[in-house]
Nanobody, 121 residues
Framework: QVQLVESGGGSVQTGGSLNLSCVAS???????MGWFRQAPGAARVFVAS????????KYEDDVLGRFIISRDHAKNAVYLRMNSLKPEDTAIYYC???????????????WGQGTQVFVSS
């Protein structure tokens, strides 16, 4: 079974940037990939997704224009470039793989363990 491992989280000030990575243990070109996040005391919510080909992506409204999702099939990786970070972006960020690049977590079968992002004001 494919395992997903996220990295790149950390602490940053408001307006800063971070690059999250998610690497799959096996080739993942057949999977759509997504990023979700869960803030303290809140439900896990959709952030961005990318299709198997990488040609189609979706974003949650609040991150549109600030975050960019991309993937590299050769490296079995998906990335989330996060710019202009705000304190409300503070959350654990999860990578997910599934058959459809949807906005709901039921679209995804495989999940990573998450990486913490903290944005200070």
């Amino acid at each position: 079974q494919v395992q997903l491992v996220e990295s790149g989280g950390g602490s940053v000030q408001t307006g800063g940037s971070l690059n999250l990575s998610c690497v799959a243990s096996h080739p993942a070109s057949g999977y759509a990939m997504g990023w979700f996040r869960q803030a303290p005391g809140a439900a896990r919510v959709f952030v961005a997704s990318i299709s198997q080909s990488g040609q189609m992506s979706k974003y949650e409204d609040d991150v549109l224009g600030r975050f960019i999702i991309s993937r590299d099939h050769a490296k079995n990786a998906v990335y989330l470039r996060m710019n202009s970070l705000k304190p409300e972006d503070t959350a654990i960020y999860y990578c997910a793989a599934g058959s459809y690049a949807g906005k709901m977590d039921i679209s995804y079968d495989l999940w990573g363990q998450g990486t913490q992002v903290f944005v200070s004001s």
